[in-house]
């Protein structure tokens, strides 16, 4: 059978662009190799935010009285934490899964191999059949990048070193939990195994946490740990693993810190490797799928979305670059604009970000404004947040008088931000941005406040 489109891998962009395809007349074919999801919905973004989730209601109890509440007794069961996890994970596959059969998209299960192309289409094999496509979606997603560290294949092989993968199926609370990485899954996990009870340690190779989030942001963020009892080592190589230790360098010096488990958490890299790219001359660029702003890649009518090509591993990205490569196959013009794609990192307080930092700006020449409120000018925030010490910072550019970039810390963060997005991408000026009415009194009208001051 010849089908309009196949879509190689089952997570956010593999499923929602198979969704998308099926919903506008494409006769789809999904193929996936282990389970519809992919990382985000299995081992990412939803049991993350499920486990954290808990850790938050937890640490309510714990500081209650600062609220006027007393509260016995309170204990975080680690073991119902990821049952809930698991029964969470369980419910949104099966809505996957439904909402992939009400878009008549036709699932396979197994590892989708590009074997070339004939007069008909594209030839991709699953298991011991072949299936035709005039048009490709390669969505294979990315997985753990494993560093070259003395010691790391043993210790993953006996599970005292985990990945995004295992750590959310871990039995048991570690005493001592080294973290190496501390970007978006580390400080995440950081969090929620130091609410849990653990001693954590997070071991960084730059000066500053949470990659290229707003210094200041990040900074505030690391002083909110460290409250909490987490530790940093910053400028840090872990050099080796094992016997229950992490060794490190810094600045010419040789340290170690017990660890009952340890987390890899350095980054991921696109999966592409198998899947007979090579085979149709599908172009790489250090394992990541060449794109354009449309998903195109430098083959006729095969396109990438999501982790796979590298531009930002993000599952709302990914849904954007699916929708986008949809849209293009449809003879639809669309196209990413990356600029105004936000990040957020959920931790405990939240960090949002989205747009230029002063960093950025000032290597690209953009001549900015920049305004920097306490989040405290929120009555809610303040309301909510005994000795909150969130910020928000608002980037415009002087010129233009549009905002560039804006960095948050604090409650509801990851709510607030896609307002911001939303602004961005049309592109609103400044003082448009001042007849918008925000609710009173919310954490979002700190947007507002920093907007008026410009």
């Keep these: 059978m010849i089908y309009d489109l196949i879509v190689i891998g089952g997570g956010p962009a593999g499923y929602l662009g198979a969704i998308r395809g099926g919903e506008a007349g494409l006769n789809t074919l999904l193929i996936e190799k282990r389970v519809l999801g992919g990382v985000c919905l299995n081992e990412g973004c939803i049991p993350s935010k499920t486990i954290l989730n808990s850790a938050k209601i937890y640490d309510y109890a714990r500081f209650s009285k600062r609220y006027g509440v007393t509260t016995e007794g309170a204990h975080l069961d680690h073991g119902a934490v990821v049952k809930r996890k698991k029964k969470v994970v369980r419910t ?131 002083k909110n740990y460290e409250k909490k009892g987490v530790e940093f080592a910053l400028s840090s190589k872990v050099i080796a693993i094992g016997d229950g230790k992490v060794i490190y360098e810094k ?45 195109r890649t430098n083959v006729p009518n095969v396109y990438a979305a999501g982790d796979v090509n590298g531009h930002s591993m993000l599952a709302h990205t990914a849904y954007r670059e699916a929708e986008v490569c949809i849209n293009n196959i449809l003879d639809k013009d669309d196209l990413v604009h990356y600029e105004t794609i936000a990040s957020v990192i959920y931790t405990n307080p939240e960090v949002a970000t989205i747009g230029e930092t002063e960093k950025t700006a000032k290597e690209k020449g953009i001549a900015y404004d920049v305004v920097k409120l306490p989040m405290q000018y929120s009555g809610r925030y303040v309301a909510e947040n005994d000795r909150g010490d969130g910020i928000c910072k608002l980037l415009v550019d002087r010129n233009h008088k549009k905002l560039i970039g804006v960095h948050m810390i604090g409650s509801y963060a990851s709510e607030i931000i896609y307002g911001v997005a939303a602004m961005m991408e049309m592109e609103m000026g400044v003082e448009d941005i001042k007849k918008i009415v925000f609710p009173h009194p919310t954490v979002s009208e700190i947007i507002r406040e920093g907007i008026f001051r410009f």
């Design 251 to 295: 600045d010419g010096s040789t340290y170690e810190v017990e660890a009952d488990r340890v987390l890899m958490s350095v980054g991921r890299r696109p999966v592409t490797a198998g899947i007979g790219l090579e085979n149709i001359g599908v172009e790489l660029n250090r394992d990541a799928i060449v794109v354009d702003e449309r998903g």
């Design 92 to 222: 949104l596959v099966a809505g996957v899964k439904m909402q992939l059969r009400e878009a008549n998209v036709t699932t396979v299960e197994g590892s989708g191999y590009i074997q070339g192309k004939d007069e008909d289409g594209y030839k991709v094999v699953a298991g011991d059949d072949v299936y035709i496509g005039r048009n490709l979606l390669i969505a294979t997603g990315s997985e753990a990048l494993i560093p070259p560290i003395d010691g790391v294949d043993e210790a993953l092989d006996s599970g005292y070193v985990v990945t995004s993968r295992e750590i959310f199926d871990l039995k048991e609370v570690p005493k001592s939990f080294v973290v190496v990485g501390g970007g978006v899954v580390g400080l995440e996990m950081a969090s929620y195994f130091n609410s849990a009870g653990s001693n954590v340690t997070v071991i960084e190779m730059l000066d500053h946490i949470a990659g290229n989030t707003d210094t200041d942001v990040s900074g505030i963020l690391m």
